[in-house]
């Protein structure tokens, strides 16, 4: 059975790494000198590629606006993201 390390990341939140993949996060932090925390945080924030589900669903409906097939992704991304945080 592989070992894991825990890594308390707030009162609330725990993640279980295998050993290598913890001791190679606490080699990055420290080599940035920075907390497993504030690396593991940078990296989910990081602006990696987002899936390409929206973008092949895009086009395949009518919004009923003219304007909107036009309108960048990323554009409408956001506005999906304040209709669902409302």
């Known amino acids: 059975m592989p070992s894991h390390t825990r890594s308390t990341l707030g009162a609330m939140s725990t993640i279980e790494l295998p050993d290598d993949v913890a001791a190679a996060l ?45 309108t960048d992704t990323k554009v409408l991304r956001k506005a999906a993201d304040v209709r669902r945080s409302a």
């Open 26 to 70: 606490a080699a990055a932090a420290a080599e940035r000198g920075v907390s497993e925390a504030e690396l593991i945080a940078e990296l989910v924030k990081s602006d990696r590629p987002q899936p390409a589900g929206l973008d092949g669903f895009l086009g395949c409906m009518d919004s009923g606006d003219p304007e909107w097939a036009g």
